[in-house]
């Protein structure tokens, strides 16, 4: 098949890693005979300093025109002065909404070897599977924002139609999986949670009544996801509940650096990518961790491209190189880290064997 990738680096680590995931992606059409074209742009504080803008123009055309949209990372102490005007997360936040944007895909899913990088008993991490399903484009992150002299605010608002949307987008997965959806909201104190609450419950029983729907407040849930991981199938939450969840469930799986995700909407173009930041203590170095990346482009292939079996070669390869003790910086012994390019070359090297073979398709 033909597909456009638009290419967006970003700020600090992610060039290097977006670049890892470029070549694999380059190895799999090859393998598989399907023509991908690369086009880069400008976004977050590398487009700040090109245009002032966070998000030029012809980056969100060309974001428009592709098939899928691969990122990198954005922000970094350079464009971090809470007094500018502009800062590189405006183009991250800019782009979701802009596109319809509005699920976010975290799988977590530790791979043994990294169980001793994670702070978690490796008898609580073993058989964990989850993914978070997290509402992007609404909420407190996007409502009115007001500032006066000595006091600031933020709106959270949801519509039952930004609500049922995201519910449902979590049911199909959830259908795919083990039927078990855990809806997170703060139900005791926020109006829009009992909204949520409200949402979920209704589109689960009329649409989805195979599923088993529990509610979970954010605070217990913060403490069940360390305590019970293995109980949890599908999480479905509002944006900046998701935000923070996230960022604690990446480390049942021992590193940032091993977490990608996929962010939806109604249409095919999907944005993909990594769950870690910019990194911009390590940028320029050659010892990111690139296997995010390259997970995220195999969520490309999946959920952009329709391409499942280029996935799963994608996802294999990873779990091999890993398995393998292919490991970088924040997950090997000091002395034993790898870098960026090798981590890569260690994803090529393992393609299990049924994708050596190039298939031939129309
Ligand atoms: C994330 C990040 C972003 C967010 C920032 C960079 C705006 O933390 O993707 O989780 O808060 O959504
Ligand atoms: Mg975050």
Redesign the pocket.
Known sequence: MQAEILVLPGDGIGPEVTAAAVTVLRNVAARHGHEFTFIERLIGGAAIDATGEPLPADTLAAAKKADAVLLGA??GPKWSDPKAKVRP?QG??AIRKALGLYANLRPVKPHPVAFAASPIKPHLLQGVDLVVVRELTGGIYFGDKQRTADSASDLCTYSVEEIERVIRRACRLAMQRNRHVTSVDKANVLETSRLWREVATRVVREEFPEITLEHQLVDSMAMHLLARPREYDVIVTENMFG?IL?DEASMLAGSMGLLPSASLGEGRVGLYEP?H?SAPDIAGRGIANPYAAILSAAMLLRHSLGLDAEAQCVERAVNAALAAGHLTADLAKPDSAIGTQAATRAVLDHFPLPCQVPELRD
Request: proline share 0%.
């Open positions: 954005v922000g997360e991250l936040l935000d996230t769950i930041g």
